[in-house]
């Protein structure tokens, strides 16, 4: 029989595995919790497991973008942006550049390795660090803090909610509620101002949606528009289309003004967008939602995605594996250099690891202990193996029956 008779078959059977596999990552992390009253059981090394898996294999597209656009938003508070601007760290490309570079490479650092892993420690404890002078000054609120936070577990659930093919579960936003105080926790973030702060919350599904209700109220009083806001705003648009072709700038930006919500763009002095670019963004991202939903297959685990190395390289430095706009941290291998992804970079006149001028991205890699501005490089030993002590001191760590 000739092999073309076959192939409606194999079409069919193609999207009946499709239709199998496709919720079955889902469906799992609901499995353990059939009911609302069973999220309070959750610990935190299943939240964290619910949490990696969204982040690299579900949704790595999304939830990246996401994260990039959680830090962006932030520039639409005044009190934030001012403090930024002030810092000098936003007021060039190439040092706005490795602020964003640097922030990526401690947030990823603590929510792609589990709680206890060292590298997860290392990083709350360079963090907390380069936060405990702003903060004693009274330069940083507990409330600008809070706020950021809320932007970090928040946006993923909304952007996936737009845009993937299918929204988080209850399940796994509870997982994400869960993660996510951890982290502010760990960051010393108080909560009071959110409902249930007193008496606490009996699982992470609560507490994100308490954690919901005070960052859109926040927004409400705090969004406003201010010259720090669009200084920020701009220059890191700059930076977000470094790697765009002029031709096709004009596009990116439109679709850049789409994804920002009405009080976000007023607040950074942006003009709205022209409503047949939304026609246009809304079409593609839907038809994205429905290719993905309907015709791929989930992204197995040797397929996750990668933000940087799993080991030292022999002097003690990691290595980013990925970038949005230079190359920061990136080694210059032939992949790299020479890959399918490098050769559309040259195409477009994008930037690439090595060559000349590649070393000011510091392709040499990176020390957690050092991740930040230049001039705090070899600063903070003595604080940061405090800080680690602390952290390390929590008895959720490491504990699988860990839960609140």
């Given at each position: 029989m000739a092999l073309y008779l076959y192939l409606p078959l194999l079409l069919l059977s193609y999207l009946l595995l499709q239709r199998l596999l496709r919720f079955r990552r889902r469906d799992s992390h609901a499995l353990p919790f059939p009911t609302r009253a069973t999220y309070s059981t959750m610990t935190l090394s299943q939240a964290y497991e619910i949490h990696y898996a969204l982040t690299a294999m579900e949704f790595p597209t999304v939830f990246n973008q996401s994260i990039f656009f959680a830090l962006f938003k932030t520039y639409g508070i005044p009190s934030i942006s001012r403090l930024l601007a002030a810092t000098t760290q936003l007021s060039a490309p190439a040092t706005a550049s490795k602020r964003a570079a640097d922030t990526g490479v401690l947030l990823t650092e603590i929510f792609l390795h589990p709680p206890d892993d060292p590298r997860t420690v290392a990083a709350f404890a360079r963090m907390n660090y380069l936060h405990a002078r702003y903060r004693k000054a009274g330069k940083i609120s507990d409330e600008d803090m809070l706020y950021t936070l809320s932007l970090f577990v928040l946006e993923p659930v909304r952007w996936t909610e737009r845009y993937e093919?299918?929204?988080?579960?209850?399940?796994?936003?509870?997982?994400?509620?869960?993660?996510?105080?951890?982290?502010?926790?760990?960051?010393?973030?108080?909560?009071?101002?959110?409902?249930?702060?007193?008496?606490?919350?009996?699982?992470?599904?609560?507490?994100?949606?308490?954690?919901?209700?005070?960052?859109?109220?926040?927004?409400?009083?705090?969004?406003v528009p201010a010259e720090s806001n669009a200084t920020l705003a701009k220059g890191t648009v700059e930076i977000l289309l470094t790697n765009v072709p002029g031709w096709a700038r004009g596009a990116a930006m439109e679709g850049i003004r789409g994804v920002m919500e009405g009080r976000l763009r007023r607040a950074m002095l942006f003009e709205d967008p022209a409503r047949a670019s939304q026609m246009v963004l809304s079409t593609v991202l839907g038809a994205r939602k429905w290719v993905i939903g309907n015709?791929?297959?989930?992204?197995?685990?040797?397929?996750?995605?990668?933000?940087?190395?799993?080991?030292?390289?022999?002097?003690?430095?990691?290595?980013?594996?990925?970038?949005?706009?230079?190359?920061?941290y990136v080694k210059p291998t032939i992949s790299s250099r020479w890959g399918m992804s490098a050769l559309l970079l040259r195409f477009v006149g994008g930037k690439i690891p090595g060559g000349s001028g590649g070393e000011k991205f510091l392709p040499q890699g990176y020390?957690?202990?050092?991740?930040?501005?230049?001039?705090?490089?070899?600063?903070?030993?003595?604080?940061?193996?405090?800080?680690?002590?602390?952290?390390?001191?929590?008895?959720?760590?490491?504990?699988?029956?860990?839960?609140?």
């Open positions: 093919w299918r929204a988080l579960s209850e399940v796994e936003r509870a997982a994400l509620g869960m993660y996510w105080r951890w982290i502010g926790e760990q960051m010393r973030i108080p909560f009071k101002g959110l409902r249930g702060a007193e008496e606490g919350w009996k699982d992470g599904l609560e507490f994100l949606e308490a954690l919901e209700e005070w960052s859109t109220r926040y927004e409400e009083r705090e969004m015709l791929f297959l989930p992204r197995p685990y040797v397929l996750r995605w990668r933000w940087f190395t799993d080991r030292p390289d022999e002097n003690g430095r990691y290595h980013a594996t990925q970038y949005t706009d230079h190359p920061w020390k957690i202990d050092e991740v930040g501005p230049d001039a705090q490089i070899g600063k903070g030993g003595k604080e940061m193996e405090e800080e680690k002590i602390r952290l390390s001191a929590d008895p959720r760590l490491g504990c699988p029956f860990a839960a609140w």
